[in-house]
């Protein structure tokens, strides 16, 4: 069993960076993808980013690749969503995910078996 806890999101600027955590508690951390994925009003979920278990591979969706970084501390069981040049359209609730096989999916989000309660991110023109 994994508990993830989102926090950083705020109400920013377009043009503006922030940085997202996603503290996780439970075993074995170290051995989970995590992903970040959002959903904004009205729209399915959407994949934005994941990285592997030991943080040697990651995965973006086109819409924020060269703008978003994700990385991964396992000493501090925390996953960091960085964010630079947000756009009106990232606006949204953004989750952290965690897979106990180890892979990534950009599809089948359901494929996730835990997730976060989320954090609001509002970007504003």
């Known amino acids: 069993q994994v508990q993830l806890v989102e926090s950083g999101g705020e109400l920013v600027q377009a043009g503006g960076s922030l940085r997202l955590s996603c503290a996780a508690s439970?075993?074995?951390?170290?051995?989970?993808?995590m992903a970040w994925i959002r959903q904004a009003p009205g729209k399915e979920r959407e994949f934005v980013a994941a990285?592997?278990?030991?943080?040697?591979?990651?995965s973006y969706a086109d819409s924020v690749k060269g703008r978003f970084t994700i990385s991964r501390d396992n000493a501090k069981n925390t996953v960091y969503l960085q964010m630079s040049s947000l756009k009106p359209e990232d606006t949204a609730v953004y989750y952290c995910?965690?897979?106990?096989?180890?892979?990534?999916?950009?599809?089948?989000?359901?494929?996730?078996?835990?997730w976060g309660q989320g954090t609001q991110v509002t970007v504003f023109a």
């Open positions: 439970g075993r074995s951390f170290s051995s989970y993808a």
């Open positions: 990285i592997s278990w030991g943080g040697g591979v990651t």
């Open positions: 995910a965690a897979e106990g096989s180890g892979n990534i999916w950009k599809t089948q989000l359901s494929r996730y078996d835990y």
